[in-house]
């Protein structure tokens, strides 16, 4: 099974500032990768697909990059709503596995 | 307006089986692969099944494999995942999601529906 490793399982930041969230796979994962946003009560949104490609609709301060097996979110320019829970997913050859989260607050 | 509603929880004892049905609208159902993802109270995310377009190809996570059957119903744009032998660590919000076919990530997801497993 393929195991993903996410980090920091939290994060505190100020509005504007640039946070980064990694995750590594535990195997090469091709670009087999999106990134979610969750907020409390709510279901999960999909924010990044095929590792770097913004879902239509997402605010382009929301970057996905990979080198490798780790793949990164990065938000510029963070806002107040951005405070949620963020997920990786791994869909590598029908098999499918979540991050641990990263729980964004904001100072 | 796309949407995914899920039906089909509440409480049941340990030991005991349900079907959960997921209504879809809005999307050409026919052309999505769809997914079964729950999440425990106060935890993170877990896929559990999932079902290509035709209904031809069907993965399950450990957790639930042997347990839990996940199916479609074209025709009447429905998804259902049907549970047995429920433990109390099946406890979740219970997500269908879908999108389309290769995408591997689903994008459009449902509001979720709680299911309880305490005697």
């Known amino acids: 099974d393929i195991q993903m490793t996410q980090s920091p399982s939290s994060l505190s930041a100020s509005v504007g500032d640039t946070v980064t969230i990694t995750c590594r796979a535990s195997q090469a994962i091709r670009n087999d990768l999106g990134w979610y946003q969750q907020k409390p009560g709510k279901a999960p949104e999909r924010l990044i697909y095929?590792?770097?490609s913004l879902q239509s609709g997402v605010p382009s301060r929301f970057r996905g990059s990979q080198s490798g097996t780790e793949f990164t979110l990065t938000i510029n320019n963070l806002q107040s709503e951005d405070c949620a829970t963020y997920y990786c997913?791994?869909?590598?050859?029908?098999?499918?596995?979540f991050g641990q989260g990263t729980k964004v607050e904001i100072k | 307006e796309v949407q995914l509603v899920e039906s089909g929880g509440g409480l049941i004892q340990p030991g005991g089986s349900l079907r959960l049905s997921c209504a879809a609208s809005g999307f050409t159902f026919t052309t999505d692969e769809m997914f079964w993802v729950r999440q425990a109270p106060g935890k993170g995310l877990e896929w559990i099944s999932y079902?290509?377009?035709?209904?031809?190809?069907?993965f399950y996570a450990d957790s639930v494999r042997g347990r839990f059957t996940i199916s479609r119903d074209n025709a009447q744009k429905s998804l259902f995942l049907h549970m047995g032998s429920l433990r109390a660590d099946d406890t979740a919000v219970y997500y269908c999601?879908?999108?389309?076919?290769?995408?591997?990530?689903?994008?459009?997801w449902g509001q979720g529906t709680l299911l309880t497993v305490s005697s």
């Open positions: 079902i290509s377009p035709s209904g031809s190809k069907i």
């Open positions: 997913l791994q869909h590598n050859n029908y098999s499918w596995t």
């Open positions: 095929a590792a770097s």
């Open positions: 999601a879908g999108g389309i076919e290769y995408t591997g990530s689903p994008e459009r």
